[in-house]
């Protein structure tokens, strides 16, 4: 498998987001990478797995950032969720 290079992203900041602490060009990138991966998962776009593999993270790590975020590593809408809990029940009761 080919490894891809990285896709860079020019982003522009406010000055005045820096006066009171200076944050480094590495430290912000990192910070943004992983908002970025977080609000594709919240928007469904990427599992948490493999967000977590683009982000260079161990998957229990990433759990922990998004729940941080208020967001579920689990991509089922209500009506999923609805079958399987109703399987989990099925299964505590045979």
Same mark, same amino acid.
């Given at each position: 498998?080919?490894?891809?290079?990285?896709?860079?992203?020019?982003?522009?900041?406010?000055?005045?987001? +820096?006066?009171?602490?200076?944050?480094?060009?590495?430290?912000?990138?990192?910070d943004?990478?992983?908002?970025?991966?977080?609000?594709?998962?919240?928007?469904?776009?990427l599992?948490?797995?493999?967000?977590?593999?683009? /982000? !260079?993270?161990?998957?229990?790590? +990433?759990?922990?950032?998004l /729940?941080?975020?208020?967001?579920?590593? +689990?991509?089922?809408?209500? /009506?999923?969720?609805?079958?399987?809990?109703?399987? !989990?029940?099925?299964?505590?009761?045979?």
């Open positions: 498998m080919a490894v891809s290079r990285p896709y860079a992203v020019e982003v522009e900041l406010p000055a005045e987001a +820096f006066r009171h602490r200076p944050w480094s060009a590495a430290e912000v990138s990192a943004l990478r992983l908002l970025w991966l977080v609000d594709q998962v919240r928007q469904r776009r599992g948490y797995a493999k967000a977590a593999e683009l /982000g !260079g993270m161990a998957q229990a790590a +990433f759990v922990q950032v /729940g941080v975020h208020h967001i579920s590593p +689990f991509d089922l809408d209500d /009506g999923e969720l609805v079958r399987e809990i109703e399987a !989990g029940e099925a299964l505590g009761r045979a």
